[in-house]
């Protein structure tokens, strides 16, 4: 079964610190792993990660996908209160399969304090 | 584009009773998913749709549940009877499947409460 695993499941720090999210997956007929940022309203969407070594980035967020080792991180440097959230790691699969378009990862709750 | 619309945002029934969520995607997309989120499961795929055409009904958890989607603007989720466990924050979310970086467009979500 395809399975999409998180860690840590919480992050306290404090404004100014740099955070490392991780996602690994063992997955079949992969096409392309997300990360969505959840605050108390829908999944908003940050990257699409295809390619293994290729950091993907915006403004203090950044990403990149390992596929030998079947793993991803997102990095925040320099987080501000804003930055407070889930953070989802998703896998995208082929349309039509058994577990649908997308399986999400239960989510890093992210918590910043001033 | 005023995005994904969902109605109603919050919904609070007893059990037994027949709950009816709505959805309408953005204009020209050309999927349509229906998710559930809760604390102990997080968020689950339903049911998604391809051109208002059930695809994969896998995830939707019993008989109780059914959707539709009679156009390309419009899908219901409906749970019929409802019961305590079905309490989640239900999710449509809506996509140009071609369209270039991947992203769904999700909508606010309904909260359901069954008593």
């Known amino acids: 079964e395809d399975k999409v695993v998180q860690s840590p499941l919480s992050l306290v720090v404090h404004e100014g610190d740099t955070v490392t999210l991780n996602c690994s997956y063992e997955v079949t007929n992969f096409r392309s792993l997300l990360w969505y940022k959840q605050e108390k309203k829908a999944p908003t969407f940050l990257f699409m990660l295809t390619s293994s070594g290729i950091e993907k980035k915006s403004g203090r967020l950044s990403s990149i996908l390992d596929k030998k080792e079947l793993f991803s991180i997102l990095n925040i440097t320099a987080t501000q209160t804003g930055d407070s959230a889930v953070y989802l790691c998703v896998f995208r699969g082929e349309y039509g399969g058994s577990q649908g378009n997308l399986i999400f990862g239960k989510g890093t709750k992210l918590s910043v304090k001033p | 584009d005023a995005g994904v619309i969902q109605s109603p945002r919050h919904e609070v029934t007893e059990m037994g009773q027949e709950v009816t969520l709505r959805c309408k995607p953005i204009?020209?997309?050309?999927?349509l998913f229906w998710y559930r989120q809760t604390m102990m499961r997080g968020l689950e795929l339903l049911i998604y749709?391809?051109?208002?055409?059930?695809?994969?009904d896998s995830g939707m958890p019993e008989d109780r549940f059914s959707a539709k989607m009679p156009n390309a603007s419009f899908s219901t989720l409906k749970i019929q009877p409802s019961e305590p466990r079905d309490s989640a924050v239900y999710f449509c979310a809506s996509s140009l499947a071609l369209k270039e970086p991947y992203e769904q467009y999700f909508g606010p979500g309904t909260r359901l409460t069954v008593t």
């Open positions: 749709f391809n051109n208002n055409v059930p695809i994969d």
């Open positions: 204009s020209g997309h050309d999927y």
